[in-house]
């Protein structure tokens, strides 16, 4: 990263290898990304981006047109500039919020399939496990309405906050 103090660096870093891991973004895309979360909303240039990542300019085209596609990523234009900025959308937390809920649903019907089936084939294992199945069926749940409170606060904030 070119142009970042140590401490940006670092971050730029770890931030990144979590986006991998957590949404599957390429590394390029994720290095990019992270850039843009830790800096002001006045968007960055693609230039900025090509001399900033030290990438061809096709892989950082590419990255950026996938995490706008996504979603992650807007793009605007000021007044007199033809150039492109770019800067994470409003809506990216909110985007990662209904991605956990998402994942917590698809969990949460899982677990509930596993314990209806043990209750109803194995019930001398189901009494066994009860609690264990239950208690992760219950935080699923609980997980779940968290998630929904969250994202419905985020909602009311943008909407607060459009003006």
């Known amino acids: ?37 830790l800096s002001d909303d006045h968007g960055h240039s693609f230039e900025e981006f090509v001399a900033m990542t030290e990438s061809s300019k096709s892989s950082v085209s590419t990255n950026l047109n996938l995490l706008v596609q996504l979603k992650f990523v807007e793009y605007f234009t000021k007044s007199g500039d033809r150039k492109r900025y770019f800067r994470p959308s409003k809506n990216y937390l909110k985007i990662t919020l209904q991605e956990y809920l998402l994942s917590a649903q698809k969990e949460l019907k899982i677990v509930e399939k596993i314990n209806k089936y043990n209750c109803k084939h194995h019930p001398e294992k189901f009494d066994k496990n009860e609690s264990i199945g239950l208690i992760f069926q219950q935080y699923l749940m609980s997980h779940q309405e968290n998630l929904k409170t969250t994202i419905d606060k985020m909602v009311q904030f943008h909407k607060n906050n459009a003006s």
């Not at 990144?16 to 850039?35: K, T, V």
Request: proline letters at 3%; glycine letters at 6%.
């Open 1 to 37: 990263m070119k142009n970042c103090s140590t401490e940006k660096c670092q971050l730029i870093e770890e931030v990144g290898i979590n986006l991998e891991d957590r949404h599957g973004f390429a590394p390029l895309a994720a290095r990019i990304y992270a850039f843009m979360i």
